[in-house]
């Protein structure tokens, strides 16, 4: 150290790259001979490992000396949303030729700071992409493009609802049995005013379990003091409609009170927070008087609906304590700017299916919890569950002869997730496109990556060699049309009768209802791969391009697999603060094993 030191003081830069390149080199030598044969092989084992060594040796140095191109350093170029100019990009690039880079990821991000003139896709924008790419074509750097504006997803303003990400969504009725029904259905929550119906089904409600909060209708207040807001959205029993719970102070706990006139006995909470793939910290607490709490349960309430099952509770008085991040910690989304927004709220008497968000691919999740085995009482048939599709209109109207009892309709349908891309210059942004279909990720392509090779072809460049999927950071989905043909096609059944599962419910017991939702996620993921990565990697190399991709994040995938439909897997590690360190380094392991398995030579 105090040698190396000494030769910087010097301005012996020469002398310190050196030494550092004869012990690497050596290194790597004596790593290469490691597996040579032992010295008890004999005279002419040990003179071919001499000969192989010293031929080992002049490689590494001449290596050393003359690195292949694929051996030079790429980096990010960055660009801040519209602040590019001709001078510039020809002084970024020299730049990076000057200092041995031999390629770049081009990602123009909105930083939340003033932005630059040139907008994004405009005319002036795609003629200085143009100069970017013969800049780079002429300093001999490979440009890779990332395949949106921002730095994560796939998406942009061609991108219609019809052709976003899509998630399952319901509607549910509760009907009394023994006479005709002639009604509309609510139609369920709906995104970006698109809505597709997929099926309506029907069950006997399980005894004991076709009780609704809301006819026992509860007081709702909110804080300490109690305090009255516009609650009635929360018992409606309509996802659709949202109830804003007003905010406390900051970095104190909000109170939903739930007062009822008599005892109520509850063994699970549903709660449906509509903050897109947000989870909070909750707990649920009960009372006998209104004063003195005993907690329940702690719980994470999670986009789109959660529930938490307990031993059986009766009481008249329970509250949800509500912990909101810091306002200085939401700066980017504002998640909460207007209040804690609650679609639904609901103490049931039976228990239901937790984790269901994760379980069914509303989002990811690593870990789950292990559900209550199922009382006879409470478990769906499935033979006792009804398809009433072809008696709705499309304006939602059922009509049918209701069989005796007390009956739950469930009206299914997909919308769109609304994830849009981002950072991304407003110019750019737009819904991300449908991970499961083909023809939206074709839609994508040929919207944006398209357009910027038929520029570089105008104009003679070669460098766009490359495109870029960053790290996945756009939630997950779990529907698109087609979908219940292809889960039938991989999975061998149909999905239909078990759909009710999406509600927290058990279809013919825990075994059965886990097993379906493992093959749900299943089909998801490997509708991603083909459909997504696979494609996306077919078109690009069809135009010429390699992809890489950064096979990590909050999506509904396997990493290692996703990784391996890359032509390059790659990864990220940040120096300074150790922001999500741990999960980082994970990532780099992973996508390192991908190279190995799938036989990736660049990682």
Known sequence: MFKQKAFLQKGDILAYFSTRRTFLMQSALLAGLVGQPPASAGLLALQQSKAVGELAQHELQRAFLEP??????????????????REGITADLEAMRRVGIRGLIYMECDWFIPKGPVRFMSPEWRELMQHAMKEATRLGITFNMNDDGGY???GGPWITPELSMQMLTWSETMIEGGKPFAGTLRQPKTVMDYYRDIVVLAFPAPEGAGVRMAERAPLITCGLERRTFDSANLLDGNPATIALVPLPQTGQTQYLNIEFTEPYTAQSLTVALDVWNTEVPAVLEVSADGQSYETVRAFSPRWPVCSINFPPVSARFFRIQFKLPDPGQD????????????????????PRIEDISGKAAF???????????????????????????????????LTWDVPAGKWTVLRIGHTSTGKSNHPAPVESRGLECDKLSKQAVEAQFSNFLQKLLDDQAAVGAKSLTMAHIDSWEVGSQNWTPGFREEFIKLRGYDLIQYLPVLTGRLVEGREITERFLWDLRRTIADLLLENYADHMREISNQHGLELSIEAY?????????????????????????????????????????AGHIYGKPII
């Open 553 to 593: 994040g909050d999506g509904p995938y396997q990493d290692v697999a996703y990784a391996g439909r890359a032509d390059v897997p790659m990864c990220e590690f940040w120096t300074g603060p150790p922001v999500f360190q741990d999960k980082l380094e994970s990532y780099c392991k992973e996508m390192a094993s």
């Open 152 to 154: 994560s997803g796939s």
């Open 331 to 350: 700066w980017v989304f504002h998640r909460f700017a207007q209040g804690i927004p609650l679609s639904e709220v609901e103490l049931q008497p039976a």
């Open 68 to 85: 292949p191109e694929a051996a030079w350093p790429w980096v990010y170029w960055m660009v801040t949303d519209g602040t590019l100019t």
């Open 363 to 397: 989002t990811r999740q690593e870990d789950f919890s292990v559900d209550p085995a199922g009382s006879p009482d409470w478990v769906i048939p499935q033979g006792r569950i009804v398809d009433l599709t072809g008696k709705m209109d499309q304006a939602g109207r």
